[in-house]
């Protein structure tokens, strides 16, 4: 057996044709005791790509590790050829407390690459980018809307890269977002280390939705399937409705503070001067309407029943590119 063969991860050596978890920490809990992170390691005996599927940057995004919770329950990660690795909670220190910060308060998501004697969120930035990323030739990254900010299932790219766009056709989201990589984010640091990424939103915080999960279930295995990797087991099912591709969007934010209740659904069409939701205030003598200021698609709304002035309480698109 070749070197070619062999995948050394996290100081564990795995052949073709093997399985394996390994652990990813960087350090215990104030108690001593350990946190281990699993990395869970399937390849075929038949050489392919090799497929990173992440979630849990954020601790309080599960949808995203329920979607990748799916993918290894069901056996959707043992690949046909090649190798799937899949870490489906990289901040688990935010998802034991329910944070999306780490214990240090950083955003693990504007901390890469990362630095070996840095911050907690540092070193564990780090250490993935080191010792996990570069085996990878295609990164899957779940995430959802941050706090009561409800996303539609959308693929988010940065414009000009054709490789990403078919793949975002291919997943199949209803939405697929043209967003800039964020400095110093996951995603902007595999680009620079030429590594594509399909960065998944959808849902929010603190939630497990069903679309959601299926949307980002049968995307990995549409993907997974268009690189000859899917278990023949496994069926694929065609989205219903080709892909939306927004070019321009804008937030709606709200004009008034008050209790707020939305009355178009996620994903709507709407036109211009529609209600699409009221500000109300506690005692029935305020009620506002709040109007679409134009055309297109809403793809993020915003479901807290209280809002204040100022709030983004919808994102609606003003541009689409199908070309």
């Not at 699993?38 to 309080?60: N, Q, W, Y």
């Not at 329950?73 to 220190?93: A, E, L, M, Q, R």
Request: include cysteine; charged fraction near 20%.
């Amino acid at each position: 057996m070749s070197e070619k063969d062999i995948l050394e991860i996290l100081g564990k050596k795995v052949a073709l044709g093997k399985s394996a978890t390994v652990s990813f920490n960087v350090a215990k809990l104030h108690t001593q005791n350990t946190i281990d992170v699993p990395v869970i390691i399937e390849r075929s005996k038949k050489p392919g790509p090799t497929v990173l599927i992440t979630a849990g940057i954020h601790g309080d995004e599960v949808n995203g590790v329920e979607i990748v919770r799916q993918i290894i329950s069901k056996g959707i990660n043992k690949p046909k050829k090649g190798t799937i690795i899949c870490v489906p909670v990289i901040n688990v220190f935010g998802f034991i407390h329910m944070d999306r910060e780490f214990p240090d308060g950083r955003d693990l998501n504007r901390v890469f690459p990362g630095m070996k004697t840095g911050s907690l969120a540092s070193q564990v930035a780090f250490k993935l980018v080191t010792e996990i990323v570069p085996h990878a030739d295609l990164v899957m990254d779940f995430h959802t809307g941050g706090a009561d900010r409800f996303n539609a299932a959308q693929i988010r790219i940065i414009k000009g890269e054709k490789n990403l766009k078919e793949l975002a056709e291919i997943f199949g989201a209803p939405f697929v977002l043209y967003s800039k990589n964020l400095n110093k984010s996951f995603r902007n640091t595999c680009y620079k280390l030429g590594i594509p990424v399909l960065l998944f939103e959808g849902g929010k915080s603190f939630n497990i939705d069903n679309t959601i999960t299926n949307t980002g279930v049968n995307g990995i295995k549409r993907v997974l399937d268009h690189l000859e990797m899917l278990n023949s087991k496994f069926k694929v099912s065609q989205p219903k409705k080709p892909c939306v591709f927004i070019a321009e969007s804008k937030w709606i934010r709200a004009s008034h503070s008050g209790m707020f209740k939305h009355t178009v659904t996620i994903n709507s069409h709407v036109d211009k001067g529609d209600v699409i939701g009221h500000i109300t205030d506690p005692y029935g003598s305020f009620n506002h309407s709040v109007k679409a200021p134009n055309k297109g698609f809403v793809f993020n709304i915003n479901e807290s029943p209280i809002i204040y002035q100022g709030d983004a309480i919808f994102h609606i698109t003003t541009a689409l590119k199908n070309d």
